[in-house]
């Protein structure tokens, strides 16, 4: 597990779906100033990286839910990924948008499934975990039984893991940012002098270069 993880954070160096700009931080959508930017999507445009990150995800479902019935994903960032594991699986595929359309059907949840199945919730990213959480309530509510969430990555923030634990969420992930962080200072993507700076960020990101 620890040769996967630190092979996906090398391919997502790589790739520059993961930046570190400690000396020029990012600004996110929430407005946090970030030392680190992150965008999965990327990996779809490089045929090697999203065969792996698939393949990993297809072994971790097998390890941990062999029941599963139904792999879901996150829209946007994990639709692609959902589909392409549960491509590989053989599984139906479906996936949550972030409220109901207020148009059409109104759904939430798009796809067939069946109440009582068994649902393995694929994620792009888990940052603070309200978006990917949101999604685990509507399958919930919609009488799915949520066997876990799997996802390439996260920040690792104490918000999230907390909140995981409040909604009894088991996540994995394919990757994490002590993981990441590492790798980037073997590799050169940045100094020993860095590793500071960046985590201190982890630590209180909302108010980090304030």
Aim: aromatic share 10%.
């Amino acid at each position: 597990m620890e040769d996967r993880e630190k092979k996906i954070a090398e391919y997502l160096l790589q790739i520059k779906a993961i930046k570190l700009q400690p000396s020029n931080p990012f600004t996110w959508a929430s407005g946090w100033k970030s030392p680190i930017y992150c965008d999965n999507r990327l990996t779809l445009s490089f045929p090697e990286v999203r065969t792996y990150i698939r393949d990993s995800f297809v072994a971790l479902i097998n390890s941990l839910y062999p029941e599963t019935e139904v792999i879901a994903g996150v829209a946007t960032g994990a639709i692609s990924h959902g589909a392409l594991v549960a491509d590989k699986m053989g599984l139906p595929f479906i996936y949550i948008r972030s409220g109901a359309k207020d148009h059409g059907l109104g759904n939430q949840i798009e796809g067939f499934y069946q109440e009582g199945q068994k649902v393995v919730v694929i994620e792009d990213l888990i940052s603070t975990g309200r978006s990917s959480l949101n999604a685990v309530r509507a399958l919930r509510e919609a009488g799915c039984e949520v066997l876990g969430m799997a996802a390439i990555f996260t920040y690792e923030f104490k918000k999230a893991s907390d909140s995981f634990a409040s909604e009894k969420c088991d996540l994995n992930t394919l990757c994490d940012y002590s993981v990441l962080i590492e790798t980037a200072v073997k590799a050169g993507y940045i100094t020993e002098e860095n590793i500071e700076t960046l985590k201190k960020w982890r630590v209180d990101p909302s108010m980090w270069g304030i």
